[in-house]
């Protein structure tokens, strides 16, 4: 079947303008998580949907982040007013069940890159 | 401090040799733990859960020290295709909340 998918693979654009990822999940996952990754450096957790659930939001680094899921499926993440410390791989991963003790798959990633 | 913590490396072995790694995590709370892989520019994937008993997959042996907080992974008889980041990731506590909190890695380069 088929894994995470993420729209676009790649995104080069200019400091001050708005982005929008893609992550569609694995069918019938109810966890999604979006993680962000700098060159060399580990994850870094940013949002977590778990079903119908109001989203864990504790990781998101400022305001001009924010991720909406709609139909419990795919999931986009906006990032507004760009900076070029955004930019950036932003993985996605779902997951079943209801625990962070399931195995987690990743999409690709999208490499942000703000100029 | 960081909540979870790894060597860097790189660790540099030869073909055939076996290697460790270690991760110490702060939190005493933490409940679950995995190592993950990741090579490069691609995305992590699980390659084993650590159960406090320890357990092997293969070649790989993964270890828990709760009293001491820290996690190891062993590999044998290394191949090349070994070459990647090993991830520890730990989870909190097992409610689904953001609990996993991921290490930077440590990269392990096989050499012929």
């Known amino acids: ?115 | 401090r960081k909540e979870v913590e790894q060597d860097p490396g790189p660790f540099n072995v030869p073909e055939g040799a076996t290697v460790a790694f270690n991760c110490t995590y702060s939190n005493s709370a933490s409940q679950s733990f995995f190592w993950y892989r990741q090579d490069c520019r691609k995305e992590p994937k699980l390659l084993m859960s650590v159960y406090s008993s320890g357990n092997e997959d293969g070649r790989f042996t993964a270890q828990l020290n709760r009293a001491s907080q820290y996690i190891s992974l062993l590999i044998r008889d290394s191949k090349l295709s070994d070459s990647a980041t090993y991830l520890c990731v730990v989870s909190r506590k097992n409610t689904g909340r953001r609990a996993l909190t991921f290490g930077s890695g440590t990269r392990l380069q096989v050499q012929p």
Do not use: M
């Open chain 1, 1 to 115: 079947g088929a894994g995470v998918s993420q729209s676009p693979s790649n995104k080069v654009t200019e400091k001050g303008k708005d982005v929008e990822l893609r992550c569609d999940p694995i069918s019938g996952h109810t966890a999604l998580y979006w993680y962000r990754q700098s060159l060399g450096q580990g994850l870094e957790f940013l949002i977590y949907f778990q079903g119908n659930s109001a989203p864990d939001k504790s990781g998101l680094p400022s305001d001009r982040f924010s991720a909406e899921r709609t139909g419990g499926s795919v999931s986009t993440l906006t990032i507004q007013r760009t900076q070029q410390e955004d930019s950036a791989v932003y993985l996605c991963a779902s997951s079943q069940g209801a625990t962070t003790a399931k195995e987690q798959f990743f999409g690709p990633g999208t490499r942000l890159t703000v100029l």
